[in-house]
């Protein structure tokens, strides 16, 4: 997949693509049903499949001091788009420029003379221009102006309610991974680098791998058992694990971050990329009055974990 942060100097083999457009925070079945339209018209207009997004998030540039609500980094959505088969993708820079942009000008500027667009997917809650004031049935009517066609795709959801980002953000902040792994059609992870931490895990006998959550939203705090997988450096490939996601109380005040018990592997990952998969949530964080207390419980959350993980069905 190749990306591109921006969308004007493009050479011509990345241009004329039929593209989905949206912010696809998740990433989770509604943006994949437009997405899969989008593949439809490419591989009928004999083209590639691109995803036009924005970076930062609209909603991180018009509240840049508003709770951290992500579910996803511009790299873990990157790597999940490329997972669905997405050939080109550009990664439009939100700015005052981009944000001051009238309908018809994002249609002409960004989509016509910088993509040269053939076919646009976007979700019937699609909004676009300054002030919001363009949506699907104005690009549609756009579009037929410019020469290009829009498909509008109905919302996907359940008999209970609709599949959006924002439903994924409660599950996750109730407990219920499994729930929000249903909406979003596969596990959440969480992506980044392995840091240093405290190193006290070494010293209980559980060393664990440590990665920071800025700027995401953050899950239920508590002990969850996951999915591992290390994506670089000589230890790669996927082990189960037991993680800590929160404050450690235990330890006074802390920023939150998540830290991973892997097991069956012997080794350092400090400075290794690597995707921590929430599967189960196994009890809420707690604060233990002696560190024994805390390791004779880590003990207990390894084999509540091995054995939420032995029901995984791969």
Excluded: C
């Excluded at 076919?119 to 699609?126: L, P, S, Y």
């Excluded at 676009?128 to 009517?141: C, E, I, K, S, T």
């Excluded at 680098?193 to 995401?216: C, F, H, S, W």
């Excluded at 002990?223 to 330890?251: K, M």
């Amino acid at each position: 997949m190749k990306r591109h942060s921006r969308y004007f100097d493009l050479p011509p083999e990345d241009r004329a693509a039929s593209v989905a457009i949206g912010n696809f925070d998740g990433v989770h079945l509604g943006h994949q049903s437009v997405i899969s339209l989008a593949a439809a018209a490419a591989g009928q207009l004999g083209g590639q499949l691109g995803v036009v997004t924005f970076e930062p998030h609209p909603r991180e540039y018009f509240a840049p001091g508003s709770p951290a609500f992500r579910l996803m980094n511009q790299e873990t959505r990157a790597h999940r788009l490329e997972k669905l088969g997405v050939e080109q993708l550009y990664e439009i820079r939100f700015d005052a420029k981009t944000a001051s942009m009238t309908a018809d000008h994002f249609i002409a500027e960004i989509l016509v003379a910088g993509l040269g667009v053939r076919h646009v997917v976007v979700g019937a809650d699609f909004r676009f221009g300054r002030g919001r004031r363009g949506d699907a049935y104005l690009l549609q009517a756009l579009g037929r102006t410019h020469r290009f066609e829009v498909t509008i795709a109905p919302l996907v959801g359940s008999s209970t309610q609709d599949i959006s980002s924002t439903a994924i953000r409660k599950a996750l902040s109730d407990g219920a991974p499994e729930e929000a792994a249903r909406m979003l059609g596969h596990w959440h992870r969480i992506d980044g680098t392995v840091i240093k931490g405290d190193q006290r895990g070494r010293e209980l006998g559980y060393p664990t791998a440590n990665m920071a959550l800025d700027g995401l939203h953050l899950p239920k705090f508590g002990i969850y058992a996951v999915l591992f997988d290390v994506l670089t450096g000589p230890h790669g490939g996927q082990y189960h694990g037991v993680a800590s996601l929160g404050e450690r109380p235990t330890f006074g005040v802390n920023a939150p971050n998540l830290e991973t018990f892997v097991f069956d592997l012997d080794g350092d990952l400090y400075g290794a990329e690597v995707s921590v998969a929430l599967t189960a949530f196994l009890r809420p964080e707690a604060k233990f009055d002696d560190v024994a207390a805390l390791i004779a419980q880590m003990d207990k959350d390894s084999v509540a974990a091995r054995e939420a993980l032995a029901q995984i069905t791969p």
